[in-house]
């Protein structure tokens, strides 16, 4: 016998209310008047008999009723097959074995295939044990059985993975793998390192009060490890070439003294430099290379400390794009002086991740050619021909940015705007209250967004003269001036978007290039309008890595050396899940020559730091739930199921039965007669009273 | 079917009448057709009015010119008839608000006031009302023609309050002048002793008294069966208790205070009639009439 829901049998504190009803049942039943208390008084009462409880047929029809209602609310149900043969099974056992890279350390792995072995052979001969691996995520290696043979092999097969530790998701697997045993004693042991970093999340887990944790540490006695924590390449142009110079940070923790370490930096698989490494006990050091040439196309790197007990943070993998540069188109007339966009192309070229390119054109120079492999143009207040907007607008519907800067000469030319996110009706001079300003920036916009916190820093540009513009059917107000005239819109066009300025950049017209926050501004505004993305240098295992769309027929070589070929599933394109440190590398349809992305993977830097958490604090923060939940009726149809567990049916018609006995009880003979009892209320008639 | 003229006089029927007058007519009417000869024995040359005759008259005193003249009986009412004072002197405090059948105590004690002033009046006495509650309340003096003043003041009066029996039955014997009949009506819910004391006071006055003490059945023999908390009519004190325990205690206490009563009041030449609330009215009438015969033979 067991119940669903046995946090009602709290309830069965209630059966105290009818004990007190009838304890107190005289006090706080309707009085009936008397002529006088005068003889009464001088009868000798004792208090006791006052408190008696007088009606004990009733009280137990009720205090029955009571408990049989609180019963069934309980949900009882009764152990059946399923639950019987989880009986004979004396225990049910579930070993967590931590699988973290951390777990490869040289002495922990083996401990720990170690203690796994001896918690099976020490199952009794009715026990069944299941087998979980686990890092950041837990997978059932077996179910619950009694099959030692089949968990042998399983341990023996299991290696350390490349992900870091998570014992939320292993406890959780737990304790589903726990219901196919329910009302048995149960027993979770969480073999494991005990980082500190795995402790996340486990506050608020609940685990049935019939299961048992029980951590083994295997932590390495020896925690001293050396890691790579990140790397930091730079492009280094001289006169003859551009270099690459590579940075890394070397991390010691718990180290018994000092030491010096080798570290090896390898470019596309040719050793290109290598360098010592003073360590202290416990710190960072920064190791630069000499700068080497930089190779064509994409760069595999890596760089390789001298292993130590841990190897698996001993290398770190990161990866390159050929050249990540962003070529900027700036289309300005001729009369546009250089004074006048100096400060836009000062600001354009500084900046690296992605440096930015400019090549100015003058009108009439813009084609097709002209944009093939710019990521933005820039065309600085002047109007456009036919086939230079034929051109520009085909670059754009392509995925291309357009920055397009309205000033006096499209006002006051009355022009057509390039690409019509607008239309120009003259200009507005502001001289007279020296100067207008931005009076309402959209900063939940990507191109204001880093402006959030301090718009001030944008609205404090004044604006001498500036176009006054309308904006066509389509475009987005990003930003408009005190005076409620537009003065940044974006528009969307095929896959690529325009964005128009209305707000003067040059200095004469207004001081926005004079301000601290033009030259973020403008970065934002080609890295959005391009919609350059950097791509990072590395990512952690244990991530996914999400291809761009424009890749057709992908084909993915993994560390390894398998070949993966991930579908899109959704809109934004396939996704690989990185499993394996090393370098991933994207081809579009075969693999063959310069793939077209790569990507490097390396441990999580959590998993370098081997500091372990005491035992009893792994289950600080979980819930000991009174059942299993409903699932804790064990398995079976749901015909079986309705079977054991509808009692409740039969215990809340007998506790109804109950009530109208105790209904018909309590209005029969004197009890009737008492509760017809009244008080009379004086008249001159007089009031008829009660029959006793 | 024709009644019993003793019927007229059982409680629960005469709850169902709401006029006094009729009340006291029926009940004295029921009453006197029962009794052959009338009670009234006195007489006087002093001739003072004529009034209808009744049944149980004196035959020898009906005005036979006046029935020649009129074809009605009439008997003559001469002075020394009308000279005793009679005072009802009735407890109308909460605890007489009573009833575990018909009646309740206090309508029991109006029916019996109205009856005896109606029989008084009939008989040519003067008759004179006090309410007794926590003070004196209504103070009507005997008279001849008083009596409608007396029924209508009974009709309107609640049982309610605190009772000051013995104040009240002290303030009394102050308040008439004049020697004559004090019927008291009270459950006489005060130490025996102390009842006595304050009935000497009348006694002092020369009146003659007679107590009449209603008695509900289940005010005497604590009826109720199921344990209960019962509340003091006047105090409002409660007391939680099972009846079946203490009922022959509670017994054994009401017949001793009826049996202190009965000797206290004796020893006070008073009259002391306990009357069940659950019999006829009849007894209360023989008692009254023979108290009138034997205190006031001649009149």
């Known amino acids: 016998m067991n119940f669903l829901v046995p946090a009602f049998l709290a309830g069965l504190a209630a059966l105290a209310i009818p004990i007190a009803m009838h304890l107190r049942h005289r006090e706080k039943g309707q009085p009936v008047r008397f002529p006088s208390l005068m003889f009464l008084e001088q009868l000798a009462i004792r208090t006791s008999k006052r408190q008696r409880i007088t009606d004990w047929p009733l009280l137990a029809l009720r205090a029955l009723a009571l408990a049989l209602l609180v019963l069934a609310f309980a949900r009882p149900f009764a152990v059946g097959n399923a639950a019987q043969q989880g009986a004979e099974a004396e225990r049910a056992v579930v070993v967590l074995l931590d699988r973290s890279l951390s777990m490869g350390h040289a002495d922990v792995w083996p401990a720990a295939l170690d203690s796994a072995r001896r918690i099976v052979r020490e199952l009794g001969p009715n026990d069944r044990a299941a087998l979980v691996l686990f890092d950041e995520d837990a997978e059932v290696a077996q179910p619950l059985t009694t099959d030692r043979t089949t968990l042998d092999a399983l341990l023996a097969g299991a290696t350390p993975g490349t992900r870091g530790t998570r014992y939320v998701s292993a406890l959780r697997v737990a304790r589903s793998v726990l219901l196919d045993a329910p009302s048995v004693p149960a027993e979770v042991v969480v073999i494991t390192d005990l980082q500190r970093s795995g402790v996340a999340g486990l506050v608020g887990l609940e685990l049935p009060a019939r299961v048992t944790v029980r951590a083994v540490s295997v932590a390495a006695t020896d925690r001293g490890n050396v890691s790579l924590a990140g790397v930091d390449v730079r492009r280094v142009a001289d006169a003859e070439r551009t270099r690459l110079a590579v940075q890394a940070r070397v991390m010691a923790r718990d180290l018994d003294a000092p030491r010096t370490v080798n570290a090896r930096l390898e470019i596309d698989g040719r050793a290109s430099g290598e360098q010592p490494v003073q360590l202290p006990v416990d710190g960072e050091r920064l190791v630069s290379f000499e700068p080497v040439p930089l190779p064509a196309g994409r760069v595999r790197g890596r760089i390789v400390l001298d292993s130590d007990r841990l190897a698996a943070d001993d290398t770190f993998h990161f990866a390159l794009a050929g050249e990540d540069a962003l070529p900027v188109v700036l289309l300005a007339s001729d009369d546009a002086q250089r004074n006048e966009t100096l400060f836009t192309e000062r600001a354009l070229v500084i900046g690296r991740a992605p440096t930015v390119r400019v090549t100015r054109t003058r009108p009439g120079a813009l084609d097709a050619s002209a944009v093939r492999d710019a990521g933005l143009v820039f065309v600085w207040d002047t109007p456009l021909s036919a086939s230079e907007t034929g051109a520009l607008d085909a670059f754009v519907t392509a995925g291309g940015g357009a920055v397009v800067v309205v000033g006096r000469r499209l006002a006051e030319q009355g022009a057509s705007v390039p690409l019509g996110v607008v239309t120009v009706d003259g200009t507005a001079d502001r001289f007279a209250d020296r100067g207008g300003s931005f009076g309402e920036l959209r900063t939940d916009h990507p191109l204001f967004a880093a402006f959030r916190e301090s718009p001030g820093a944008l609205t404090g540009a004044r604006f001498l003269r500036y176009a006054r513009a309308v904006p066509t059917a389509g475009s987005d107000v990003l930003a408009r001036f005190d005076d409620g005239l537009p003065a940044v819109l974006e528009s969307r066009r095929g896959a690529g978007r325009v964005i128009t300025l209305l707000a003067p950049l040059d200095t004469r017209t207004g001081d926005l290039p004079l301000q601290p926050a033009f030259l973020p501004l403008l970065r934002r505004l080609v890295l959005y309008g391009s919609g350059h993305e950097a791509a990072p240098l590395w990512q952690e295992s244990g991530q996914t890595w999400a291809l761009p769309r424009a890749l057709r027929e992908v084909v993915v070589t993994t560390p390894s050396g398998d070949l993966l070929r991930p579908a899109a599933t959704d809109s934004l394109g396939a996704a690989v899940p990185l499993t394996e440190r090393g370098i991933y590398a994207a081809y579009q349809g075969v693999v063959s020559g310069d793939p077209s992305l790569t990507v490097a993977v390396n441990a999580p830097a959590t998993e370098s730091d081997l500091t372990p958490v005491d035992a009893r604090e792994l289950l600080v923060g979980v819930a000991i739930a009174e059942t299993d939940g409903t699932a804790a009726a064990g398995p079976g149809t749901e015909v079986e199921r309705e079977k054991r567990q509808g009692w409740w049916r039969w215990l809340l018609g007998l506790a109804v039965l109950l009530l109208l006995a105790e209904t018909l009880l309590a209005n029969r003979g004197w009890r009737a007669r008492a509760a017809r009892l009244t008080v009379a209320t004086g008249s001159p008639t007089g009031t008829e009273k009660a029959l006793p | ?299």
Not at chain 2, 180 to 185: A, D, F, K, L, T
Not at chain 2, 213 to 222: A, Q, S, Y
């Open chain 2, 1 to 299: 079917m024709a009644l019993a003229p003793t019927a007229f006089l059982d409680p629960a029927l005469l709850a169902r009448i709401s006029d006094l007058e009729l009340l006291a007519r029926t009940v004295v009417d029921g009453f006197m057709a029962g009794v052959h000869r009338s009670a009234r024995k006195g007489s006087s040359l002093d001739f003072a009015e004529h009034r209808a005759y009744q049944p149980g008259d004196d035959l020898r005193r009906v005005d036979w010119r006046l029935f020649a003249r009129t074809d009605r009986y009439y008997v003559k009412q001469y002075e020394a008839d009308t000279n005793v004072s009679v005072w009802f002197a009735l407890d109308t405090s909460a605890s007489m608000d009573f009833t575990t059948h018909a009646v309740t105590k206090f309508d029991y004690a109006r029916f019996l006031v109205a009856s005896l002033a109606w029989l008084s009046k009939g008989q040519g006495d003067r008759v004179g009302l006090v309410t007794m509650g926590d003070d004196l309340g209504e103070v009507i003096p005997p008279s001849a023609r008083h009596l409608q003043r007396i029924l209508h003041t009974l009709a309107r009066t609640p049982a309610s309050g605190r009772g000051q029996l013995l104040n009240t039955i002290e303030r009394v014997a102050h308040v008439t002048t004049r020697a004559g009949v004090v019927v008291v009506v009270s459950d006489c819910y005060e130490p025996a002793d102390r009842l006595g004391r304050a009935i000497d006071t009348l006694r002092a006055r020369g009146h003659d008294v007679i107590v009449f003490h209603p008695i509900d059945p289940g005010e005497r023999e604590l009826t109720f069966a199921a344990p209960l908390t019962i509340e003091d009519a006047e105090s409002g004190l409660r007391l939680p208790l099972r009846p079946d325990e203490l009922r022959a205690q509670y017994r054994d206490a009401f017949a001793a205070h009826r049996a202190a009563l009965t000797a206290r009041l004796a020893a006070a030449r008073a009259d002391y009639v306990p009357l069940d609330t659950a019999e006829p009215l009849d007894r209360a009438l023989h008692a009254y009439l023979d108290l009138r015969a034997m205190r006031h033979p001649g009149r």
